[in-house]
């Protein structure tokens, strides 16, 4: 179920209790892509202040939240999803979870209520680590990567609490870091 060691796609990773960066401070990604020449994923409990519509204003009707997805390519729009019997063309990255899809439907499925913010997540932005970086930072305990988790989750939880949640399901090993104060200077 874990490994500090195995970075792929699908898989979760789950920031150590007291990162500092702000681009990653309690965070899940989901990674999309890892090969020895990088990886991509999209952090999956920062919800920003926007919209979909703000970004998409010819979308109609959607007040779906955009996450950010990590600092590179903010000017880039993305998504997952667990429905690909209604946006085809996804790449599968873990058992029910989709990376992509023909993009004018989903603008449609959007705009008619077809699709609700439990089947879909939207990111500006994704996380990306250049070749061997990934691995570099698992090997120096910056990431939990977990293999195993509810798909579901992904898409119900709170987004503030998305971090403890998966943390918890990691079982008793992990499970006592969630009462960890955000900054060690404060233990």
């Given at each position: 179920m874990l490994s500090n060691v195995v970075a792929a796609p699908g898989r979760l990773l789950i920031s150590e209790p007291f990162m500092m960066?702000?681009?990653?401070?309690?965070?899940?990604?989901?990674?999309?892509?890892?090969?020895?020449?990088?990886?991509?994923?999209?952090?999956?409990?920062q919800q920003s202040v926007y919209l979909l519509s703000d970004v998409l204003p010819n979308v109609s009707y959607s007040d779906l939240p955009?996450?950010?997805?990590?600092?590179?390519?903010?000017?880039?729009l993305h998504f997952i999803h667990c429905v690909p019997e209604k946006i085809s063309g996804g790449i599968e990255i873990a058992t029910g979870i989709f990376w992509g899809g023909d993009f004018e439907h989903v603008k449609d499925l959007v705009s008619t209520y077809q699709v609700t913010e439990d089947e879909i997540k939207f990111f500006a932005g994704y996380s990306g680590w250049s070749g061997g970086q990934l691995e570099y930072e698992i090997n120096e305990n910056a990431w939990i990567v977990a293999s195993k988790f509810d798909t579901d989750t992904l898409f119900k939880s709170d987004d503030q609490e998305l971090w403890k949640e998966v943390i918890?399901?990691?079982g008793q090993r992990y499970a006592h870091i969630v009462n960890f104060p955000e900054n060690p200077m404060l233990n």
């Open positions: 960066d702000p681009n990653f401070k309690r965070s899940v990604v989901l990674l999309t892509e890892h090969t020895e020449d990088g990886s991509v994923g999209f952090v999956l409990n955009v996450f950010i997805g990590g600092p590179v390519g903010t000017d880039t918890i399901s990691l």
